[in-house]
């Protein structure tokens, strides 16, 4: 199939202009174009009566324009133009927009196709932004019309031109998924599949074609996600670690004991790095199950292995946090730990990256920093990311690639379905800290409405009185963090002087300079401070387990998993919390959303459901996280599809583990087209 390799400007009809216009829209090949689907599809099959149209009905109308067309001005910058249609049952108008060509195309006397949405109004029937079609111009057009997305330059006709040409060439037996695969999940040829994608004629064929390439797209992402997985594991240069008594003495000296959740998950980890293969591990566990700990302790059998250990956050104030931990805990042992973040000055970098390379720092904790170009290490062996969410997969890669194969541990506390973790991750195992430290009091979460806002305050008082610190979370503002942190400011002034003022209180956002926000932090963190109003730069890991009060404004604004990391700043000692939901919202959507939080304490419940309510988001876009993207297919929406995918791809890959068998070498080689480079330099 060389000829849809092509550059699309070989394509007949499309000359340099147009070829420039389909590249705008991602289109460079002639195969982008095949692959290049419909936004929509305009039934056509069935001509409504304009007496008989219903409001916001979509229809197809077959009319006669009866009048000139009709101009207004409603405001500056809107002028209507409404088109007088009529046929034999009535009736009604055509209704545009700012679109002045339209008096001299749609004429009296015209007879046309409509298509578009009905709006019933001042006794008229309207139909609004109608697509139209001469009916003389065009006599075949009355099924299912594909509708594609556009770019100036192109109009609808252009596209359906183009594609037809490109399916015309098509050969029947254009195929690369394995027959086996086609023939256990029954489904239809891809000719058949691109066909009826574009060229429907009935939407039972049209919906066989799109489960077809829902499923191929999701196919070859979770092999080719495999495929890296199996040949790292097969790696021969890997890195062996040996247990060492330290590390039980270390864990036996801890103030508590491990649950057994976390020793399940160390034991697995542990039997990765002394086994002959790379770890390349997943731990996902919910606000609070101990973490921390976990990578600690790994970081310190590396050291004993005479390792360097790195562990990267996505903030600077839990990355000074790590840090005062990781001291407390390992520089008495004799290790030597380091901080590096963006705020380190020049000289003191400079200084850190010599040792780093000379092996004089045995762990080192930071932010995105890490991950500059002229940072080495002398022998790193162990990489860990916490709070993984945060981070895409490039980044990870990036810090991997500073070590010869090191062990890899990421860390994330935002727990998503399995099924979408064998994709997100689909390189990592996973291990699962299923269980809270005992004496745990369930953080128990009020919704208030915010005419209540004063009794909650009240409440918070109580709780300064009784010894405990409370965190304030100032409203989100999506659009920017300068807009947030003057929010934070107001209702700090705001609350200093009038419900805090006999305590101490303090602000924290992500506009404040690096030292003034450690500063914050420790104050919190030593008790000096009873209260912090802060904005979302508290939520992910940060730990002070005598605060007992989460306070969150304009609660509606946050997504659940969100809400539901910031409550698990409390509840982190053994003190009951609370966390109070301060709800500016009266839509049903809102109360549906504080309910959950209120009965649910479970990440991974939560995280589902806010998936559910608001759609994955760009949680899943695929392209953030380095994978090939997803045209038609959608990891949520086709969560059923991908069951059946993985299933699909573990029996095949059981069959022939690196898709070397000549059966499977079309599509081993689509899969590595799709991933590019990344995957060639690992499989071939
Ligand atoms: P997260 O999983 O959210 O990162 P952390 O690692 O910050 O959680 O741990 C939360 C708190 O629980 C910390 O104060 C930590 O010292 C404490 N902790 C961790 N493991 C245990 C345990 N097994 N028993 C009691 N407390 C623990
Ligand atoms: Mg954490």
Redesign the pocket.
């Known amino acids: 199939m060389e000829y849809l390799k092509k550059d699309i400007q070989y394509l007949k009809g499309v000359g340099p202009k147009k070829a420039q216009y389909l590249r705008n829209l991602g289109i460079v090949t002639i195969e982008d174009l095949l692959y290049f689907f419909p936004r929509e599809y305009e039934d056509r099959r069935e001509i409504k009566n304009i007496a008989r149209l219903n409001n916001e009905d979509k229809a197809t109308l077959k009319v006669i324009v009866c009048e000139k067309v009709v101009e207004k001005s409603i405001r500056k910058g809107l002028k209507v133009y409404k088109v007088p249609i009529k046929d034999h049952t009535g009736r009604g108008y055509a209704v545009f927009y700012n679109t002045p060509f339209i008096k001299k195309i749609l004429k009296k006397d015209a007879q046309l196709y409509l298509y578009g949405k009905v709006k019933k109004a001042f006794g008229e029937t309207q139909i609004l932004h109608p697509s139209y079609e001469f009916i003389e111009e065009d006599t075949k057009k009355s099924g299912i019309l594909s509708v594609y997305p556009l770019t100036q330059g192109l109009i609808n006709k252009d596209m359906v031109k183009f594609i037809d040409h490109v399916l015309e060439t098509l050969h029947i037996d254009y195929e690369y998924l394995p027959k086996e695969t086609i023939k256990r999940n029954r489904l239809c040829g891809l000719y058949e599949a691109l066909l009826n994608i574009h060229r429907p004629n009935s939407v039972k064929k049209l919906k066989i074609a799109k489960f077809r390439l829902v499923f191929e797209e999701l196919f070859i992402l979770q092999i080719g996600l495999w495929l890296i997985k199996n040949k790292l594991h097969q790696n021969k240069e890997f890195i062996l670690f040996h247990k060492d008594k330290k590390v039980d003495d270390f864990i036996h000296s801890l103030p508590?004991?491990?649950?057994d959740a976390?020793n399940k998950v160390l034991e697995e980890m542990i039997e990765d790095m002394t086994s002959r293969k790379i770890m390349n591990r997943l731990v996902q566990?919910d606000?609070?199950?101990?973490?921390?700990?976990i990578a600690f302790i790994s970081l310190y059998l590396s050291v004993l292995n005479g390792y360097q250990g790195v562990l990267m956050v996505p903030t600077e104030i839990l990355a000074q946090q790590h840090f005062v931990s990781a001291q407390e805990l390992l520089v008495p042992l004799g290790l030597n730990i380091e901080l590096l973040v963006g705020s380190v000055s020049k000289k003191r970098k400079e200084e850190i990256r010599r040792k780093l390379e000379d092996g004089e720092i045995d762990i080192i904790i930071g932010t995105h920093a890490l991950i500059e170009e002229n940072i080495s290490f002398k022998n790193l062996g162990l990489v860990i990311t916490d709070e993984q969410h945060r981070f895409g997969v490039r980044q990870r890669k990036i810090l991997s690639s500073k070590g010869i194969n090191p062990h890899v541990l990421v860390m994330t506390?935002t727990p998503i379905p399995r099924t979408l973790g064998l994709i997100l991750y689909g390189d990592l195992d996973i291990s699962i800290i299923d269980a809270l430290?005992p004496g745990r009091k369930k953080v128990k979460t009020y919704c208030v409405q915010e005419e209540r806002r004063n009794d909650v305050y009240e409440f918070a008082k109580k709780e300064i009185l009784a010894g405990r610190q409370v965190y304030i979370v100032a409203p989100l503002v999506e659009e920017s963090e300068n807009i947030e942190a003057k929010s934070a400011t107001q209702l700090y002034e705001e609350l200093k002087n009038t419900y805090f003022q006999e305590f101490s209180i303090g602000l924290l956002h992500g506009k404040m300079k690096p030292y003034e926000k450690d500063e914050m932090m420790i104050a919190f963190k030593k008790g000096d401070l009873k209260v912090l109003v802060a904005t979302t730069v508290i939520e992910v890991?940060v730990?002070v387990?005598n605060a007992s009060v989460m306070i969150i404004e304009n609660s509606e604004r946050f997504g659940l998993a969100q809400l539901h990391q910031l409550r698990?700043r409390v509840g982190?000692g053994e003190y009951q919390s609370y966390c109070a939901l301060i709800n500016y919202s009266k839509s049903k959507l809102s109360k549906e959303r504080m309910d959950i939080m209120q009965k649910s304490n479970n990440g991974f419940m939560i995280s589902q459901k806010d998936l559910e309510l608001r759609g994955p988001g760009e949680f899943f876009g695929t392209r953030q996280h380095g994978l090939p993207e997803l045209k038609i297919a959608n990891l949520f929406k086709h969560m059923e599809i991908l069951k059946q995918v993985q299933q699909e791809a573990s029996f095949l890959l059981k069959e022939d583990p690196s898709l070397s068998l000549s059966k499977n070498i079309d599509f081993k080689n689509k899969v590595i087209e799709k991933f590019g480079d990344h995957i060639k330099k690992i499989c071939l």
């Open positions: 508590y004991t491990l649950t976390q566990g606000v609070g199950s101990g973490k921390t700990i506390a430290p890991g730990n387990p698990g982190r």
